[in-house]
């Protein structure tokens, strides 16, 4: 069973940029989409973004469309979520996610904190 680890969350002001990045623990990256997903304290978990398999095709919703960007190193084990121009309703812990098909994530992240302050 492969394992999902994320990093790069923090406390950052509005404005700013935060990258995320997630390390699966075995190369078999490639055979997955992977995606990111949030949570903020009191709210559903909410879809991030989305990336292909082969990297190519991405999904994100309206919600951080034009500031948030997936992408992925499928050669280093990696899944990189660049999130530009935060806003405080970012906050959120953020978890990587992968699975088989679109919307059928089966693994999940232990999740990162991203707080952004006004």
């Known amino acids: 069973q492969v394992q999902l680890i994320e990093s790069g969350g923090g406390l950052v002001h509005t404005g700013d940029s935060l990258r995320l990045s997630c390390a699966a623990s075995?190369?078999?990256?490639?055979?997955?989409?992977m995606g990111w997903f949030r949570q903020a304290p009191g709210k559903e978990r909410e879809f991030v973004g989305g990336v292909s398999k082969n990297g190519i095709s991405t999904l994100s919703p309206d919600s951080v469309k034009g500031r948030f960007t997936i992408s992925r190193d499928n050669a280093k084990n990696t899944v990189t979520l660049q999130m530009n121009s935060l806003k405080p309703e970012d906050t959120a812990v953020y978890y990587c996610?992968?699975?088989?098909?679109?919307?059928?994530?089966?693994?999940w992240g232990q999740g990162t904190q991203v707080t952004v302050s006004s």
């Open positions: 075995a190369r078999i990256l490639a055979s997955y989409i």
């Open positions: 996610v992968a699975g088989p098909g679109w919307g059928r994530y089966d693994v």
